[in-house]
């Protein structure tokens, strides 16, 4: 094929990219010869032969080296109140666990690949074959100063791990906009490590799916921020860690009772109205109560507000979204929505009635969840898909058989079901952590 671009210019190639937008491949590359594609491969592949022409590789290089410059397609789909969204994580280069610790950030694989990309947003549909999905948006993409800090760090922390042994027991929780995702069929390859002898999952870089949305936006808004930030200018100057300026923001505030909390920041906040806990740390974080918190969208951090009892006891479990039976006994351990939902990364805020019934602030931390409570956590799932086709669905594990989490109704009434795989119309019901459990977790941070 004719190269119809100069491969050394960032500019020329970005703009040939451009072209893109608001076609499909077919019309890209016009109908010659790819009538015997028939779609076969993946749209990345399909677009780097047919419409950059060059042939899809594994090189540690960026596909266009002379201009430095990465390509990467990444699905989107249509949200009811958001529009177009990012439909997952985007996958960068692959890990390899010997070699990463080798390196530093400067000069790691990751960074010679992944500094500039050039990025193609496509419409899944999966009524459409691969060369009818429309591409909606093409840009190019540098990490701006203060998600660059953000990600370096996150680059650390992978290496830390594997460093120490633990590359097996590494989680998408244990990082903000940059992690470490499984890699290939159902998450079952399997790679040595450096310092340990246990083989690791395959995995590699990945930007956070919330990251993917932060970078859509700004590419379709001309720059402008999306939400509320917790890093303020002379934060970003001096490359203050994120987690640092969210502890030292509740700091002050540990052992305060909540409505002192308010009266203390000066906001105008109702203790009775819903959603009140969700606005306070907010408002605490420096963001507006009807904000989103920027840095938090981008690593698709889960903000989960704790009460305690005098004696210490969390006063509730914490639920997941309800599940669908017939969709869970389909997954698979490693691609299931619970793995990926105990994966992210928690921001806890703890509070604590005294015995008169006031409220009590008594800690806010970031918490991923640990390997071997992950474990336990595999076990009541795949007991729960074991039951659920055996037609036992109406009794799934309950909170006395794991010390980590549970099975129980999630429902409107006893009328909200969903159909089993043996036909039975059986209550909505979700995945809990135990308040045992949550009790665990405070003890482990304060």
């Known amino acids: 094929m004719e190269v119809l671009y100069n491969k050394k210019d960032k500019h020329a190639i970005v703009a040939f990219a451009k072209r893109l937008e608001g076609k499909t491949l077919w019309q890209a590359c016009g109908t010659v010869g790819m009538h015997q594609i028939g779609g076969k491969g993946n749209f990345g592949s399909l677009l780097e032969k047919h419409y950059f022409g060059y042939e899809p590789n594994s090189d540690a290089q960026p596909d266009f080296p002379e201009a430095g410059l990465e390509l990467k397609t990444t699905p989107l789909k249509k949200h009811a109140k ?233 006063a509730e479990d914490i639920s997941f979204p309800a599940f669908r039976y017939k969709e869970l006994v389909e997954q698979s351990w490693d691609t299931s929505d619970l793995k990926e939902d105990l994966e992210k990364k928690f921001f806890f805020v703890f509070y604590k009635y005294d015995s008169s019934g006031g409220l009590y602030l008594q800690k806010a931390a970031f918490w991923n969840m640990p390997y071997t409570d992950l474990e336990e956590a595999r076990k009541v799932w795949l007991e729960t898909v074991r039951r659920i086709r055996r037609g036992q669905a109406h009794t799934l594990p309950k909170k006395s058989e794991n010390r980590v989490c549970h099975v129980r109704p999630h429902a409107r009434n006893s009328h909200d079901t969903n159909e089993t795989p043996d036909g039975q119309l059986v209550v909505k019901k979700s995945f809990w952590l135990n308040n045992s459990y949550i009790k665990e977790i405070y003890t482990s941070l304060s």
Not at 159 to 187: I, N, P, W
Not at 219 to 230: D, F, K, P, S
């Open 82 to 314: 958001a529009g177009l969204v990012s439909k997952e994580r985007l996958v960068l280069n692959l890990i390899n666990y010997v070699q990463l610790t080798k390196e530093t950030f400067a000069d790691s694989s990751f960074w010679k690949k992944n500094s500039q990309l050039l990025l193609v947003f496509y419409l899944h549909d999966k009524e459409k074959t691969l060369l009818d999905y429309d591409i909606k948006v093409v840009g190019s993409w540098e990490f701006p100063e203060e998600d660059l800090a953000v990600i370096k760090a996150d680059w650390e922390t992978i290496v830390t791990k594997v460093r120490q042994g633990k590359a097996h027991e590494l989680s998408e929780g244990d990082t903000f906009y940059l992690g470490a995702c499984t890699k290939g069929a159902k998450g079952g390859n399997r790679r040595q490590q450096p310092f340990s002898h246990i083989q690791a999952k395959q995995r590699a870089f990945s930007l956070k799916q919330g990251y993917v949305n932060h970078i859509l936006h700004r590419l379709t808004q001309g720059g402008r921020e999306r939400y509320g930030t917790i890093l303020k200018t002379q934060e970003r100057t001096a490359s203050v860690p994120l987690e640092e300026v969210v502890m030292e923001r509740f700091r002050p505030f540990y052992g305060m009772e909540v409505e002192a909390i308010v009266r203390q920041i000066g906001c105008d906040l109702n203790s009775r109205a819903k959603g009140f806990y969700a606005s306070l740390t907010k408002v605490v974080l420096g963001i507006q109560p009807d904000e989103q918190i920027d840095e938090f969208e981008k690593g698709d951090v889960v903000i989960r507000t704790v009460r305690l009892k005098p004696n210490g006891n969390a």
